[in-house]
T-cell receptor, first 109, second 116 residues
Framework: RKEVEQDPGPFNVPEGATVAFNCTYS??????FFWYRQDCRKEPKLLMS???SGNEDGRFTAQLNRASQYISLLIRDSKLSDSATYLC??????????FGPGTRLSVLP | GAVVSQHPSRVICKSGTSVKIECRSL??????MFWYRQFPKQSLMLMAT?????????EQGVEKDKFLINHASLTLSTLTVTSAHPEDSSFYIC????????????FGPGTRLTVT
């Protein structure tokens, strides 16, 4: 089993739609969780950290479920500019980042 | 966020030659730098971790004699791909961590290497 798994997609959604991605991780000792966004042929950029209590940043909401070992990202009111690959990143304290394979999102006009 | 630069952004070289890629943290001291490789439609794969002033730690399956990493200062790490082959063609991305920036990694813009 891979350490971090994501549905690769693509998710094709119309503008204004709400879309959710899940990510599962296998290492129960993981302590830090992030969602990164990567545009085609560009470097990953931090979208948001994921906290135990869940957190929201504008149209984006991230949640963590430690018992089931998954994190989620919800995007409301999708914009064309949200089209990208969303990478789930998991890390244990002091350890390196482990990237998921990414989920590709295409927001259609 | 912090600023990390990479140079060059794109390089084409002939098979058998060596290529050096630089990664610089511009506004903080990076005690640790990471080198990743990304093939088309795949995720980032960590190649090696380097701490300033010490030898790099390579991930399993990554040849340390082929991918030479130097992290001589708190703002600069270099990756040299020696005797490059077409299968080394990839997107190489560095990231940096350290100083007062906590545990987060800041990524450089990447270097696209094509070996002909």
């Amino acid at each position: 089993r891979k350490e971090v798994e994501q549905d690769p997609g693509p998710f094709n959604v119309p503008e204004g739609a709400t879309v959710a991605f899940n990510c599962t991780y296998s290492n129960s000792a993981s302590q830090s969780f992030f969602w990164y966004r990567q545009d085609c042929r560009k470097e990953p950029k931090l979208l948001m950290s994921v906290y135990s209590s869940g957190n929201e940043d504008g149209r984006f909401t991230a949640q963590l479920n430690r018992a089931s070992q998954y994190i989620s990202l919800l995007i409301r009111d999708s914009k064309l500019s949200d089209s990208a690959t969303y990478l789930c990143v998991v890390s244990s304290y002091g350890q390196n980042f482990v990237f998921g394979p990414g989920t590709r999102l295409s927001v259609l006009p | 966020g912090a600023v990390v630069s990479q140079h060059p952004s794109r390089v084409i070289c002939k098979s058998g030659t060596s290529v050096k890629i630089e990664c610089r943290s511009l506004d903080f001291q990076a005690t640790t730098m990471f080198w990743y490789r990304q093939f088309p439609k795949q995720s980032l794969m960590l190649m090696a971790t380097s701490n300033e002033g010490s030898k790099a730690t390579y991930e399993q399956g990554v040849e340390k004699d082929k991918f030479l990493i130097n992290h001589a200062s708190l703002t600069l790490s270099t990756l040299t791909v020696t005797s490059a082959h077409p299968e080394d063609s990839s997107f190489y991305i560095c990231s940096a961590r350290g100083g007062d920036r906590g545990f987060e990694q800041y990524f450089g813009p990447g270097t696209r290497l094509t070996v002909t």
